[in-house]
């Protein structure tokens, strides 16, 4: 804006220059005009009448002065044009120095933009991410707050007087089957893999997506470990252990493949 307005400023005292010279020009033309009819008339005056010779005399040098004034007037105004014209070409070299400025700074000013939007884009993404990561972090918080003060699992199947627990954040409920018996880890069972090692669902938390099977360590279990789970033969989904006891481990629920929840009894294998 400041340029422009420079631009403007500069190109309306051109403006005004040119028509100071225009007026000098006219005035000097009106003179000469009247310096020749002056002449013209000295002339006649002189060829017609003798006896003002001296009138005529002063008032050729008056005229003559004047031109004398004029040419004078004349070689100044048009030193003065050299002047403006050569002020007026470095005026126009600066302007065009500062239009090649201004284009610099336009492609600099797009280049930074460019940046700032990119830049722009990865602080968002960043910030999704972030915001993303807080919200995790909260859930995660108000669930390990719901959960922490709650008992062990407590699994009794073999026998009564000999439990085994698992205390984790995920045991958030007591089990106690009645008198159920489920099978040992070492019994055969049949499955669409034909007999292989296997073991049963002993307990089940659909509040937090995991459930307890009654292989542990003395089985080789270990984290990681993922088991195909199965009722009557038909594959209901797979789960991986995310945590190992002595005899029972608990698994996180990875795919379900059925429209079946798991449930006690449901058999697993790897």
């Known amino acids: 804006v ?8 500069l190109e309306k005292w051109i403006e005004e220059i040119q028509t100071a010279k ?11 005009v009247k310096l020749e009819a002056m002449t013209s008339d000295l002339k006649k005056e002189r060829m017609g009448r003798l006896s003002v010779s001296e009138s005529l005399s002063d008032n050729l040098s008056r005229v003559k002065r004047e031109k004398q ?16 014209e050569q002020e007026l070409d470095q005026l126009r070299e600066r302007l065009q120095e500062i239009n090649e400025k201004r ?11 460019q940046i ?5 884009r990865e602080i968002n993404q960043i910030r999704s991410i972030y915001e993303k990561t807080i919200d995790e972090a909260r859930q995660i918080a108000r669930v390990e707050a719901d959960i922490v003060e709650l008992p062990p699992i407590i699994v009794k199947g073999e026998s009564s007087h000999n439990p085994s627990t698992i205390s984790s954040p995920k045991s958030e409920f007591l089990w106690e089957g009645p008198n159920t018996e489920f099978p040992s880890p070492g019994m055969r069972g049949e499955s669409p893999f034909g007999e292989v090692k296997n073991g049963r669902i002993v307990a089940v938390n659909d509040r937090y997506d995991f459930v307890v099977i009654n292989l542990g360590k003395e089985d080789g279990v270990h984290e990681g470990m993922r088991f195909h789970v199965y009722r009557e033969g038909e594959a209901l989904g797979h ?4 945590e190992v006891r002595q005899k029972i481990s608990a698994c996180d629920v990875v795919v379900s493949e059925s429209s079946l929840s798991f449930r006690e009894g449901d058999l697993v294998i790897q």
């Open 239 to 242: 789960v991986e252990v995310t």
């Open 69 to 84: 004034v004029l040419q004078a007037e004349l070689s100044r105004v048009s030193q003065e044009k050299i002047e403006m």
């Open 103 to 113: 284009d610099q700074l336009a492609i600099q000013v797009r280049s930074i933009n």
């Open 22 to 32: 225009v007026k000098i020009e006219e005035r000097l033309r009106q003179e000469q």
């Open 116 to 120: 700032l939007e990119t830049r722009l």
């Open 2 to 9: 400041h340029i422009t307005e420079e631009r403007d400023a």
